[in-house]
C-alpha cells in the first residue's frame, strides 16, 4: 500500500500496512537490531553495549545536577531554603527519577519497541498500525506524534546550550575574574563541536563511555562526601518530605515542579536509543550506575545546602574542593559536550526517519562510518541547529535564564509519549481498559502537572521551544499536505496501465536494448516519465520496470521481504522495494537480490527515469496560499531522488513538469 503523501518515485505507507500488532512488542525481547543486541548476551558483550549506553544515552539526564537544584532553590520560581523544603525537593526530585524514568520509561515504554526500535517516530509508527486509515482518532494520534517530535527539535537547540553553559559557569565559582568569559567559551566549545560533526561520532564514540562513566563515580563521590557529613539529609528518601512541601509551600510548591522537572531530562533518549544498544544493556547502566550516582548527588548537594545555605549561589561545584574545581569543570565540559552530541545525533536520525515515512522532504545526508549505518550526518540541520544553539546562549547569557526555556519541551514530549503508551497497553499488550486507564492516568497526572508548572515560564523563555515546535510541525503538515494535493493533480491525467499495455501490443513501438527503470509514486496508472520518454523518443527499451519504493512503519526490512515483483506482459514489470524506516534506501543495492522474475539488473544496461515537477501556487481550493508557497520552496529545495536512493547519475534521465496546486 503506498500513501498519496508521498514524493513520486518515493512512497511511504500511510504506516498501516506493515505493522502487524501480533507481531509487535510483547515485552518480549526484540528481534536482533542491528546494533548487535539480540535476546541475550555474552557477559561481556552485555557490559560493553552497557558502557556504550552510558556516554551516548544517559549524558543528558546525568549532566543536569549541574543545575536542577540551584533553579529549585535559587531560580525565579523558587522556595525559601529552609530545612523542610530541603528535603522536600530532594524528595520530589528522587521519586521523580523513579516514577518518570525507572517505572514509566525503563520499566514499560521500553517495552513499547517497535521491532527493537524505539523513539517518537517508532512509537508513532507502532500505535498507527493498530488504526483504521481516514479515522479522527488516527488523525488525532498522528498530530500528537508529529508535534511531539516537532518538540525534540526544541529540546536539541537547548541542551547543549544550558549544558555547557552550566558547565562553564563552574569557572566563576573559582575567581569572579572569569565572569565576563563565560559565554564567550561557551560559545567557542559549541561552534568546535557542531564544526566536528562532519567527522561522524565513529572516531570519538569509544570515548564517551569512559568519560562518561568517570563522571557518574565522581559525581557519586562528591555526593557521598556530603551525605557522610551529613547522613540526616537521607530523610529526604520519605516521599511523605514531598507531601509536605507542597502542604507547606501550595502554589510556590507546584511552582517549583517547573525545577524539578530539569532532573528528568533526558529521560526520553533511553526510548530513542534503545535501538543502537538494546533494553538490557541500558536498564542495567541505569540500575547499577546512573540512577545511584545521580541520587547520591542531589542528596549530596542537600547535605551541603543544610550545612551552607550560602552554596545556594552553585551547589554541585561548591561540593568540589578547591584543588579539583579547574579538573571538575573540564570533566563537566567533556560530560556536556558529550550529552550535546546525544541530542544532535538524535536529531540527525529523527530527521531521516521522517524522510523515510514521507514527513519531510529530501535533505543532503553523509553516512560516516562504514560499519553503523545509523551513524550519519545531515548539513542543514547542523547548521540551523548551530545558529539555533548560539542565539539560545547570547540571548540568555546564563543557564538559569535557559532554565525557563527547558522544562515545557520536555515534560510535553512525556505527555504524548503517555497517550501514545495507552494505546500500546490496550491495542497491542491487551492489558485491558482498566489496566491503561489506571497507569496512563497516574502518568498523565503527573506530566500535566510538571508541564502546569513549566507553563508559567512561558513569557521568561519557555515560548522558543514551543515556537521551534510549532515552526516545524507548520513544515511537516505542509508537507504532507501539499504532497497529497500533487498526487491528487496527477491522477486525473493519468493513463490506466491496462489499455496503455494493450495498445504497445497492438502497436509496438521500436525498441531500444537495456532495461529503463520508472519510478512511480502510484501503482494504477502509467508514469508520466514514461508517456514524456515515448512521446519524445519514439521507442521503449526492451524491459520495462514500473518501480515504486515503500516505507514500511517498521525499521528493518530484511533481504527476503525487499523486493516484489509482478510480470505485466510485453516485457513490462511491476516492482515494488520495500525499506524500513530506518534502513539504507540504497535502490542499486536492492535490485541486486534475487527476484521472483528472475530479473537481472546491470547498472551499465539500466537507465532510471525520474519525475521533476515544478510547483506552481495558485488560489486554487485545498491550501492556503501562503503554505502552498511554501510547499513550493521546500519541494525546490529538498535533495534530489538520485542522491537519495543511490543510484548511479550516470544512469538516470529526469523529465520535468509543472504542476499548479
Known sequence: MTDPVSEPGHSSPAMTSSTDPSAASN?????????????????????????????VVFGDIGTSPLYTMKEALSGSHSVAL??????????????????????????????????GEGGMMALMALVAGTTRQGTRGRWWLMTLGIFG???????????????????VEGLSVATPVFDPFIVPITVVVIIGLF???????????????????????VIAVLGVRQIVANPHVLLGLNPAYAVGFFVENRLHGFLALGAVVLAVTGAEALYADMGHFGKKPIRLAWLTLVFPALGLNYFGQGALLLADPTAVENPFYRMVPSWGLYPMVALATLATVIASQAVISGAYSLTRQAIQLGYCPRLAIRHTSEKHMGQVYMPWINWVLLIAVLTLVVGFRSSSALASAYGIA????????????????TRIWKWGTATGLLIAGVFLTVDLAYFLANSVKIFQGGWFPLVIAAVIFILISTWRKGRQLLFERLRPGAIPLEPFLASIEIHPPSRVPGTAVFLTAGREGVPHALLHNLKHNKVLHERIVLLTVTTEDEPFVPDERRLEIEPLGSEFYRMTVHFG??????????LQLPNTAGIEFSMMETSF?????????????????????????????????????????????????????
Open 27 to 55: 515485552g518480549a525481547a526484540p528481534p536482533d537490531p542491528p546494533s548487535g543486541s539480540g535476546p541475550a548476551h555474552p557477559q561481556s558483550r552485555l557490559l560493553a553495549l552497557a558502557l556504550g549506553a552510558v556516554g
Open 410 to 425: 520536555v515534560t510535553g514530549t512525556m505527555a504524548i509519549d503517555t497517550i501514545l503508551l495507552y494505546i500500546v497497553i
Open 149 to 167: 517530535a516537532a518538540l525534540f527539535y526544541g529540546d536539541s537547540m537547548i541542551t547543549p546550550a544550558i549544558s555547557v553553559l552550566s558547565a
Open 195 to 217: 564544526i566536528v560533526q562532519f567527522k561522524g561520532t565513529a572516531a570519538v564514540g569509544t570515548l564517551f563511555g569512559p568519560i562518561t562513566v568517570l563522571w557518574f563515580v
Open 609 to 661: 527515469f525520474l519525475s521533476r515537477q515544478t510547483i506552481v501556487p495558485t488560489r486554487s481550493a485545498g491550501m492556503a496560499l501562503w503554505r502552498e508557497k511554501l510547499f513550493a520552496a521546500m519541494s525546490r529545495n529538498s535533495s534530489s531522488a538520485t542522491e537519495f536512493f543511490g543510484i548511479p547519475t550516470n544512469r538516470v534521465v529526469e523529465l520535468g513538469t509543472q504542476i499548479e496546486i
Open 581 to 590: 524506516f530506518k534502513d539504507e534506501p540504497d535502490l542499486p543495492e536492492a
Open 82 to 115: 529552609t530545612h523542610d523544603n530541603v528535603l522536600g525537593i530532594l524528595s520530589l526530585v528522587f521519586w521523580s527519577l523513579m516514577l518518570f524514568v525507572t517505572l514509566k520509561y525503563v520499566t514499560l515504554v521500553m517495552r513499547a519497541d517497535n521491532r
